[in-house]
């Protein structure tokens, strides 16, 4: 049984996906080169309003956009059920798991050629390798974190990372103070040895985590050095050239849209009034 913590084999037998249902043909929505970095900074939720909005240009690999920002999400419920030892699931557990509904999972899944087998569902294990490989993390990527911070340190303590295909391969900050501390598996090197390493542990993803007014210079950086792959947690939007994607991270705009459903069901509860100290009163 597979685990958070390996990914199985590929099994490289194509029966096992059996034959694509008429009505679940894969979707297709268009990708503008020049819309790269706009489409990567929205989460799985406005990547759900692009299904529908469908195009007949199929994105690079073949698998759609919305779909690609789903994978994730199915990843995350099928590494829970290898944990509890489940070996396969029927496509409306494995969409309860994930939040998502069944046709849209299947029609997913489909993309990767994975449309389970009647009356028994989804292999777990299988489809692990499967939607691994679909996102590239049946390789180990190198990733450097720029920022040894409160953030950054959280970040290279954080072991999950491992095991999901990810290997933080250097710590950079330019506080002379923190350079050679060790944390987690890496020790802080100085920010001046960026271009070089990255050159030389082949890094393709950046993650950044210092303050917002050096960010961009950092990004900059990054992508001249040859990091084609940003993850940004300082608030605010980055400049990058095409071939370059950006994915952004912030949690306080994460609890503001949970304050805005905590609001409305509180109208709800309450009758119109939506301002819950009005509606309390
Ligand atoms: P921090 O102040 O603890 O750490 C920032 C680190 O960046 C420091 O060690 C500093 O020496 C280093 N640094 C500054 N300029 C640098 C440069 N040019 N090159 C290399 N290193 C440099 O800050 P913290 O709390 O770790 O936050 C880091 C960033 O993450 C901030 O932009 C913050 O707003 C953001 N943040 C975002 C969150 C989110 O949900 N997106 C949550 C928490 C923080």
């Not at 939720?45 to 759609?64: F, K, M, N, S, T």
């Not at 391969?169 to 090197?189: C, K, N, P, T």
């Not at 309450?270 to 819950?276: H, I, L, R, T, Y």
């Amino acid at each position: 049984m597979s685990s958070a913590a390996e990914l199985p084999s590929p099994a490289g037998d194509p029966s096992r996906t059996g034959a694509a249902p008429a009505d679940e043909a894969p979707a297709t929505v268009e990708v503008g080169v020049d819309g790269r970095l706009r489409r990567a900074e929205r989460g799985a939720d406005e990547a759900d309003q692009l299904d529908g909005q469908a195009g007949e240009r199929p994105y690079p690999g073949g698998i759609p956009d919305a779909t690609v920002a789903r994978l994730p999400v199915y990843l995350r419920a099928l590494y829970a059920l290898a944990e509890r030892g489940v070996s396969t699931v029927s496509s409306d557990e494995l969409a309860t798991a994930a939040g998502v509904n069944s046709a849209k999972l299947r029609k997913d899944l489909s993309h990767l050629g994975s449309y389970g087998i009647r009356g028994v569902g989804y292999d777990v294990e299988y489809l692990v390798y499967q939607v691994s490989r679909a996102l590239g993390l049946n390789q180990n990527w190198p990733v450097v974190i720029v920022g040894a911070g409160n953030l950054g340190r959280a970040l290279a303590n954080y072991g999950g990372f491992v095991s999901r295909g990810f290997r933080i391969a250097a710590m950079l900050d330019s506080d002379q103070s923190l350079v050679g501390r060790e944390l987690g598996s890496v020790v802080v090197r100085h920010v001046s040895e960026l271009e070089e390493i990255v050159a030389n542990s082949g890094i393709a993803i950046g993650v950044i985590a210092v303050p917002a007014p050096a960010a961009q210079a950092v990004c900059d950086r990054l992508v001249a050095a040859g990091v084609t792959s940003v993850l940004n947690f300082a608030p605010l939007v980055l400049n990058v050239p095409d071939g370059v994607d950006v994915r952004k991270v912030d949690l306080s705009i994460e609890l503001q849209i949970l304050a805005f459903h905590a609001q409305r069901r509180t109208a709800e509860r309450f009758g119109q009034a939506s301002d819950p100290a009005v509606a309390g009163a």
